[in-house]
């Protein structure tokens, strides 16, 4: 989604700027631009598409500056087009950057159309330009200005600014969109996201909602929303360029999906002891509030909902409370009843997605004994925001399609299944053994990984075809829901999961030799009356690829039985993910889609 990045600095900053820019286009975006302070005029480049569109615009150009601002667009008011394009301005002297949703921008619009000023795009961005404008005009300064335009902003947003008539100092802003300051040596920065800026510091100040700031080459002042001036926290990360560059990988996800034994180590690492889960691993106080919780709530988006709808499982097996879990999106929007000692829990690779941040919000006016995040930023909103926190720890997550960031979910959330039951004094020789498995996990992915070949020899009967179904069976069906999103969401076939027994309620209608039917079939209670479903789908000519146990044989016909490597059941939703990111992967590769970047999709969704 939308990044911001501006800078202050002695030095030229016009390079270092599109650097941030391709810095950030994992997050996904569909159009790039750059304003550049030089002295009497404002150079003003914006291109659709790739970033490196602008680079060359900007090489043609050769702009020179010490203050500017860039931006990549992910449209919402508006096509993707250079007209829509950000920075916007206004009168060729206000020049900003925008991050978020202004709500009330009809409203606005009409007001300063009224005042005169002339629209170019059809964002709802283009409008705080002229309130800075209008505002600035009346005699403030671009402080003043940005908190009068503040107060007539509703919606969420970071803003950064530049003015013609200051040629050293940038203005940003933050309500409910992340935006950063990085200290550096005779140079400032501002971003929406640490990455951007990570190989030009590693101090930086996260704005809280409300800051205004302004930046120079040589100061910041942070204001907060009373305008008292503020000082906020200096964090210290180092994020290492190991972490963000590809390697010998063709992609991101590819990286990402061969990383995860040991993302996983790093979840687990110094988390468990002996035969149980260390105490508080969630905060100071966590384990004490545990044992009151007589209920769980889990809110999440996406592929982090899917590791909540598993956990819900174990939460109830393991630590037998009942658990409720709802679309980020959806949850308060049904007036949720909350039952006394309820837990609520917020999932989330990013901390800063705007749809589980305003959940989380939402139910800070409910009554929940407390809020919880598991979550892979800890910089991020929702882990400041948040009264417990566990980080997965699994380094940056550069491809849009989640796969790290979800293994790493899913063996954080076992540990708070197993940290929930230690705390009510439930099933010590059950806990006794899922850490022995958990032990085993990183060593039993890596042997899961090892199906990368016949991934490749099954992808090519399934990139020819234009849908694919997948099956599970109880928290299998969760996994099977995961493992349709990635191959819909990076080789863009359409791909529907089923609970297999609900197969003859309806989607059996769709089976023929035209339909790939994926199917879950771990040795458990219910293997059985799943290859009886399964049984359904091969008499009707649909072709099978069944990831099963070593145990489970059956006669597939034209299609594909791949044996699992044996792990403790607890642990079977972990490893039987893995061959479904790598079958996406090695499908989205066949039919030449853009896998880190998917079309029309955002790393990090800002916008409700
Ligand atoms: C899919 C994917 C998304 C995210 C969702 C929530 O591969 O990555 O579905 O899971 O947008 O994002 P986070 O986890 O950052 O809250």
Not at 206 to 218: K, N, P, R, W, Y
Not at 470 to 489: D, M, S, V
Request: net charge negative; charged share 25%; aromatic share 6%.
């Amino acid at each position: 989604m939308c990044g911001i990045i501006a800078a202050a600095s002695t030095r030229n900053v016009g390079k270092l700027l599109v650097q941030g820019l391709h810095k950030m286009e994992y997050r996904g975006y569909d159009s790039a631009g750059i304003a550049l302070h030089q002295e009497n005029s404002i150079a003003h480049l914006r291109s659709v598409g790739k970033v490196q569109l602008l680079e060359e615009k900007m090489i043609e150009e050769k702009p020179k500056s010490k203050l500017g601002i860039a931006h990549t667009r992910w449209a919402t008011h508006g096509e993707p087009s250079e007209a829509n394009a950000h920075p916007h301005k206004s009168k060729e002297s206000v020049y900003i950057v925008h991050n978020g949703i202004i709500e009330n921008y009809v409203e606005l619009k009409e007001s300063l159309i009224a005042k005169g000023y002339d629209f170019t795009s059809q964002t709802d961005s283009e409008l705080i330009a002229h309130l800075l404008d209008f505002f600035i005009n009346k005699g403030n300064s671009m402080i003043e200005a940005m908190y009068l335009a503040k107060e007539k902003l509703d919606g969420a947003y970071a803003i950064a600014a530049i003015d013609l008539k200051d040629n050293s100092n940038l203005v940003v802003a933050r309500n409910k969109s992340p935006l950063l300051i990085g200290l550096g040596t005779d140079e400032m920065f501002a971003a929406s996201d640490p990455l951007a800026i990570a190989q030009l510091t590693n101090d930086f100040i996260f704005l809280e909602d409300g800051d205004v700031a302004s930046i120079s080459a040589e100061e910041y002042k942070i204001y907060d929303s009373s305008k008292a001036e503020v000082t906020r926290d200096v964090t210290h990360i180092d994020i290492s360029s190991q972490a963000t560059s590809k390697g010998d990988f063709r992609h991101f996800m590819e990286k990402e999906i061969y990383e995860q034994p040991e993302a996983v180590s790093s979840t687990i690492d110094g988390r468990i002891g002996g035969e149980d889960v260390l105490d508080n691993i969630f905060g100071l106080g966590s384990s004490d509030l545990f044992s009151k919780v007589e209920r769980i709530q889990i809110v999440a988006c996406g592929t982090s909902l899917h590791a909540g709808r598993v956990a819900a499982n174990w939460f109830s097996s393991i630590a037998e409370l009942p658990c409720q879990i709802d679309y980020a999106s959806e949850y308060r929007y049904r007036n949720p009843h909350v039952d006394k000692n309820s837990l609520l829990i917020t999932i989330s690779q990013s901390g800063e997605t705007a749809d589980t941040l305003a959940a989380l919000n939402y139910a800070r006016e409910k009554d929940y004994l407390a809020s919880l995040t598991i979550c892979n930023v800890p910089t991020s909103s929702l882990a400041r925001e948040s009264d417990f926190s566990l980080f997965t720890n699994a380094g940056p997550e550069i491809g849009v399609a989640s796969t790290k960031a979800f293994t790493t979910q899913l063996a954080g959330l076992m540990l708070l299944a197993l940290s929930l039951a230690k705390s009510r004094n439930l099933n010590p020789l059950l806990r006794g053994r899922i850490i022995k498995a958990l032990r085993l996990l990183p060593e039993t992915i890596a042997e899961a990984l090892l199906c990368k070949e016949k991934m490749i020899e099954i992808a090519p009967s399934i990139a020819n075809k234009d849908n694919a179904l997948f099956l599970g069976r109880g928290i299998f069906y969760p996994i099977a829901k995961e493992g349709a999103l990635k191959l819909k969401e990076i080789s863009y076939i359409h791909a529907e999961a089923y609970p297999a027994g609900e197969l003859k309620h309806g989607p059996l209608a769709l089976i023929d030799e035209n339909m790939p039917v994926i199917a879950l079939a771990p040795e458990s209670e219910i293997a059985e009356k799943l290859i009886s479903n399964l049984e359904e789908v091969k008499a009707r000519g649909g072709t099978l690829y069944v990831f099963a146990d070593p145990s489970v044989n059956m006669d597939v016909k034209a299609g594909h039985l791949i044996h699992m490597p044996k792990c403790d059941f607890f642990m079977t939703p972990i490893v039987y993910n893995i061959p479904l990111q790598i079958l996406s992967y090695e499908v989205a590769l066949l039919r030449g889609t853009d896998i880190d970047q998917p079309r029309n999709l955002a790393k990090s969704v800002t916008v409700e």
